[in-house]
C-alpha cells in the first residue's frame, strides 16, 4: 500500500522559503515519478511539476520556473518542494503526489495529506 | 498552456440522479484525461485516466467519456457520498492543467 507523508504546516513571511517533505512507504520510490500540485484556498488544483527520483530529473511548469526547486533523498525514500521568493498568493495547500512509473504516461495516483503553507507579514 | 473548462461549476441534484459533468479542453489532448474527486479538506481521488478507464475500487456507478476535445463524467446514481467536487485534468501536454472544479451539492 503506497502511502505518502508529507511535513507540517508552515508560516512564512513574503520573501522567504519553503521546503516541503514527502516520505514515501513502500521499495518503490524510485520507480515512479513524484508530482507536486498546490491548491489555494477555495481554489482549483495547480500543477507545479515532477521529479524522476531515479534519475533527479525534474520538468516545472513555467509559471514556477526559477522560484521552485524539487529534490530527492533516494535514502529514506523522501522528496521534497522548495518554492523560494513566497508571495501572499503563494498560500496554498501543497500536495505531492505520485504519478506513472517511470517512461509512462499516467496521471497521479497516490497523493499526500497535503502541507498548508502560510505567507503572511 | 492547454485550457480545461468544466461545466457546470455547480450542480444541485438528489440521491439518486443522474449526474453530467462536461470538460472541454481548448486544443485536442486525445485521451489522456483523468477525473478526480475531492472532498473538503481532503487530498483527491482518482477515478478514472485515460478518459474512460476506472481505476481499481471505484464504483461502476462513475463512468468516463469523450476525447480529442470533449469530455464527461457521469454518475449514473448519485450516492450520498458522491458528494464532493469533482476535476478534470489533461496530461497530454506540459504544463498539466486542471478544469476550474464542478461541486456537486444536495439539492
Known amino acids: 500500500q503506497v502511502q505518502l507523508v508529507q511535513s507540517g504546516a508552515e508560516v512564512k513571511k513574503p520573501g522567504a522559503s519553503v521546503k516541503v517533505s514527502c516520505k514515501a512507504s513502500?521499495?518503490?520510490?524510485?520507480?515512479?515519478?513524484m508530482h507536486w500540485v498546490r491548491q489555494a484556498p477555495g481554489q482549483g488544483l495547480e500543477w507545479m511539476g515532477w521529479i524522476n527520483p531515479n534519475s533527479g530529473g525534474t520538468k516545472y511548469a513555467l509559471n514556477f520556473q526559477g522560484r521552485v526547486s524539487m529534490a530527492r533523498d533516494t535514502s529514506i525514500s523522501t522528496a521534497y518542494m522548495e518554492l523560494s521568493r513566497l508571495r501572499s498568493d503563494d498560500t496554498a495547500v501543497y500536495y505531492c503526489a505520485r504519478g506513472a512509473q517511470l517512461g509512462a504516461k499516467f496521471p497521479e495516483t497516490h497523493w499526500g495529506q497535503g502541507t498548508l503553507v502560510t505567507v503572511s507579514s | 498552456d492547454i485550457q480545461m473548462t468544466q461545466s457546470p461549476s455547480t450542480l444541485s441534484a438528489s440521491v439518486g440522479d443522474r449526474v453530467t459533468i462536461t470538460c472541454r479542453a481548448s486544443?485536442?489532448?486525445?485521451?489522456?484525461l483523468a477525473w478526480y474527486q475531492q472532498k473538503p479538506g481532503k487530498a483527491p481521488t482518482l477515478l478514472i485516466n485515460?478518459?474512460?478507464s476506472l481505476e481499481s475500487g471505484v464504483p461502476a456507478r462513475f463512468s468516463g467519456s469523450g476525447s480529442e476535445t470533449e469530455f464527461t463524467l457521469t454518475i449514473s446514481s448519485l450516492q450520498p457520498e458522491d458528494f464532493a467536487t469533482y476535476y478534470c485534468q489533461q496530461y497530454n501536454d506540459y504544463p498539466w492543467t486542471f478544469g476550474q472544479g464542478t461541486k456537486v451539492e444536495i439539492k
Open positions: 513502500g521499495n518503490t520510490f524510485t520507480g515512479y515519478y
Open positions: 485515460k478518459a474512460s
Open positions: 486544443q485536442s489532448i486525445s485521451s489522456w
